[in-house]
């Protein structure tokens, strides 16, 4: 036992010092005593890159934890787990740990926090104190409403989000919307798709296949159960950075296009601004392509695939095709063209479910400029695209 109750675990050469707190004020002590012992004993001086503040309820804290511990490397600098509704049973802790034996010339230190929240009105209270400033801090809540990051504002400056799996898929994508405008979202739905928008992109990037991208007629998305969000940032994206047209107005001259064929402007706190209504889809006779006339998109359910996100993707266009699907070990591509096709294995294209939160910490750090357009076409795809099966439009064809 260390001195003022820390421990440190000597069975096993990797650094583990903890220590059993009664607040964030004693949390905040214990945490610099802890740090100040690892450096002492061991030399271990901390470099910071990402502070992830969790309000977690109490009956998703194991799963949360076990998350977490699936990081390895990829773990968070210092992670503040605060537990809402917990009672007597939820231990508050403090511990600072390293994967690696502490006398390596370079271990991953993690520094963890786990405190207890009666209400939301002291989250912000008890989070402060725990916040490292000018280290980013990031917040994923699990289990709580969005009332508790609310709570937290000014504290962070990104929020990971998973829309999978929600009752409403238009109210899922219309709150990332609103969470958007207040910080940097990371959607992992969004993440799910990256894999697929990256081979989309590098197979369209050789110069002779370029020009069809503007003769795409057909977009279909296979998805997981819970997981046509992810389907529909990827149309998004799609519809995003070709400039197809789902705005307000669209064909009456009060959202001409751009001279240079670019894509309109995106308003920036209005969502509803980028969606036409049906009588002015109809009416629509620009070149721009309109999605429900020009250009068909159709999403569809598959129910073995076993994990959130996509399972295929299928973009047509006049006298072609490409196509991804999962396959043993990456993405399978088939490329068919005046009646020949191409198979082709993208080796480790997908980084699979296990990864997907070390991927959302990362991107937490960086600004991707596309997902927001790609948000807003989405929200616009959902009553727009068609569901296999079953229609769910606005635009006619």
């Known amino acids: 036992m260390t001195e003022a109750g820390a421990e440190l675990a000597t069975e096993r050469p990797a650094l583990h010092l903890s ?32 502070t992830l503040i969790v309000p977690v ?11 977490l511990r699936a990081l390895g490397p990829n773990h968070p600098s210092r992670v503040v787990l605060l537990v809402a509704g917990g009672n007597g049973d939820v231990a508050q802790t ?6 690696g034996a502490w006398d390596a010339p370079l271990v991953t230190l993690r520094e963890l926090v786990q405190l207890r929240v009666r209400s939301r009105d002291r989250v912000a209270s008890v989070a402060a104190p725990l916040v490292v400033s000018g280290v980013p801090t990031a917040v994923w809540p699990v289990g709580v409403d969005d009332e508790w990051v609310a709570a937290l504002a000014g504290l962070f400056e990104a929020v990971l989000i998973d829309s999978a799996g929600h009752a409403s898929l238009s109210h899922a994508l219309e709150r990332a919307w609103r969470l958007s405008l207040a910080a940097h979202v990371v959607d992992l739905e969004w993440l799910r798709s990256e894999p697929w928008r990256l081979r989309v992109a590098e ?42 047209d789902l705005r307000e107005g669209a064909g ?23 969606c036409a209504s049906r009588p002015q889809r109809e009416r629509d006779a620009r070149t721009r392509p309109l999605v429900g ?13 076993g994990v959130p996100g996509l399972a295929g993707v299928a973009v047509q266009s006049a006298g072609s095709e490409i196509a991804l699907e999962r396959g043993r070990g990456g993405l399978v591509c088939r490329s068919r063209s005046g009646g020949g096709e191409r198979v082709s294995v ?38 727009v695209a068609e569901v ?9 064809q």
Do not use: K, M, N
């Open 293 to 305: 006339r020009d250009v068909r998109v159709v999403t569809e359910e598959v129910g073995t695939l």
């Open 203 to 244: 197979l369209f990037d050789p110069p002779r296949r370029r020009a069809e991208l503007w003769r795409i007629e057909q977009v279909r998305v296979r998805h997981a159960p819970g997981s046509r969000a992810s389907a529909l940032l990827f149309a998004g994206w799609l519809a995003s950075r070709l400039g197809w």
């Open 346 to 383: 993208a080796v480790g294209a997908s980084r699979g479910e296990r990864g997907i939160l070390a991927e959302a910490l990362r991107e937490a750090l960086l600004r991707d400029p596309t997902y927001r357009p790609a948000l807003q076409a989405a929200v616009c795809l959902a009553e």
């Open 19 to 50: 220590r059993s707190v009664v607040g964030a004020t004693d949390a905040d002590r214990a945490l610099r005593d802890l740090l100040r012992a690892a450096h002492q004993r061991h030399g271990v001086v901390p470099a910071r890159a990402l």
């Open 388 to 396: 296999a099966g079953g229609r769910a439009e606005v635009g006619g």
């Open 57 to 67: 309820a109490a009956e998703r804290l194991g799963t949360v934890r076990e998350r």
């Open 94 to 99: 403090v511990e600072v740990a390293s994967d």
């Open 252 to 274: 009456e001259g009060g959202a001409s296009a751009a001279a240079d064929g670019s894509a309109p402007p995106l308003d920036e706190r209005r969502l509803d601004d980028g």
